[in-house]
């Protein structure tokens, strides 16, 4: 009998749980159960099935998100809930699927889309890559770090505390390449338990920053944090918290990048140096006229601080568009609107346009591009970035 290929049904929540629980019986029911009933963007149209004589056989999930892109929201497509049972396995089901799960991010003018996985191979078949996301593993704790303010820490009362952390969220995290965009109804239904830890630093009544980690052994691992730009020392203050002498202090700790550089004049005081260590992110470029379009708030602003004036096909290896820069603004279309054959065009493969996208790489050195204007232009339009994914945001 023929696999039926289609949208979930409300009806079929439960054996969809049922489903997931049978593939990742490691994981459990009530992990997938709260993925879809504490997500306030929960879209039945986001799940794709493949269905045989009633029996949900493979799945796939979007999850409908907006990230952050270097002071611009790009909308995004998550990728989660990849799963096939075994008496199905090796038929393609989720190939079409995640090419199903594409289309439909398409038509919905969907940017970018993420994933995690071990098996890089499968999803790289259908266009997404590897985009790294730095992060550092410090030893020669514990220690002191210096330059910390006066401030009360204590852990978040999050009723209380909860907007103005969120506000600090938003303020550190736009400036970043990645970090989810995030509303008050995700704060307090998909994050609420996942930041029950969380320190707080306080002066005078005002929250000025905060602090999420997680220990494995003798490793602290930072997964979020968050400062207004005036308070860097209420920060070091948290970080101090978490790192000072004590019986049970951990002996390294692993920390992103945005971290590194937020903190970097103070992380001068560690005994060793740091070793790199990379977080695989997959990303892909969906539909790349909708993710100029979302990018042309910042865009604008990068071409007028160039000068740059003129006409760009910009080919990011998953298809192109056309920007247009003049005095009444950037005009962004498909690449067919460029009328004429001597536009100037910046061509880059997949791999390298979603890095550069994400900030891993120099855009003087990489793609192909047919004029020193077209050069430029692509400098202007990206800049170094810092890379960041907070895990709490994981689907």
């Not at 970043?176 to 930041?195: D, E, I, Q, T, V």
């Not at 005002?206 to 220990?215: E, V």
């Not at 979603?354 to 855009?363: E, K, M, Q, S």
Request: glycine share 8%; hydrophobic share 45%; aromatic share 10%.
């Amino acid at each position: 009998m023929e696999y039926e290929f289609r949208q979930l049904r409300e009806e079929e929540l439960p054996a969809w749980f049922d489903h997931l629980a049978t593939v990742f019986a490691h994981v459990g029911r009530e992990y997938f159960m709260n993925h879809w009933y504490q997500d306030p963007w929960a879209n039945l149209a986001g799940i794709e099935v493949a269905v045989r004589q009633g029996e949900i056989a493979a799945t796939v999930r979007t999850f409908q998100r907006a990230v952050h892109m270097g002071c611009a929201q790009v909308r995004m497509g998550g990728i989660g809930e990849v799963s096939t049972k075994e008496a199905h396995r090796r038929k393609g089901l989720s190939g079409r699927l995640l090419e199903s799960a594409l289309h439909n991010m398409w038509a919905d003018k969907v940017g970018v889309s993420v994933l995690f996985t071990g098996n890089v191979a499968h999803y790289q078949r259908h266009g997404w890559e590897i985009v790294k996301a730095e992060r550092w593993r410090y030893s020669g704790l514990p220690v002191t770090l210096p330059g910390a303010m006066d401030v009360q820490v204590r852990p978040i009362n999050y009723a209380y505390d909860i907007e103005s952390v969120a506000a600090i969220y938003d303020r550190t995290s736009a400036a970043f390449a990645g970090p989810l965009a995030r509303s008050m109804p995700y704060w307090w239904n998909w994050l609420r338990a996942k930041h029950a830890k969380t320190l707080v630093a306080e002066k005078d009544g005002q929250i000025l920053a905060y602090l999420l980690t997680n220990r494995r052994e003798d490793q602290l691992q930072i997964e979020e944090f968050g400062v207004k730009p005036e308070a860097v020392g209420a920060l070091i203050a948290l970080m101090n918290a978490v790192l000072e002498p004590a019986a049970d202090a951990p002996k390294s700790m692993l920390m992103p990048a945005a971290l590194r550089q937020t903190l970097a004049d103070a992380l001068q005081a560690l005994p060793t140096p740091p070793e790199r260590n990379e977080q695989k992110i997959m990303c892909r470029v969906v539909n790349p006229v909708a993710l100029a379009q979302q990018m042309r708030p910042v865009w604008v602003k990068r071409l007028q601080a160039a000068g740059w004036r003129g006409a760009l096909v910009l080919d990011t290896g998953m298809g192109s568009c056309c920007l247009r820069m003049d005095d009444a603004g950037l005009n962004i279309g498909a690449a067919e609107q460029a009328d004429a054959v001597d536009v100037p065009k910046a061509t880059f493969s997949h791999e390298e346009f979603i890095n550069l996208l994400y900030g891993n790489g120099d855009a003087a050195e990489i793609g192909r591009c047919t004029t020193p204007a077209a050069r430029t232009a692509v400098q202007a339009l990206f800049p170094a970035v810092i890379h960041t994914w907070w895990p709490a945001d994981g689907f």
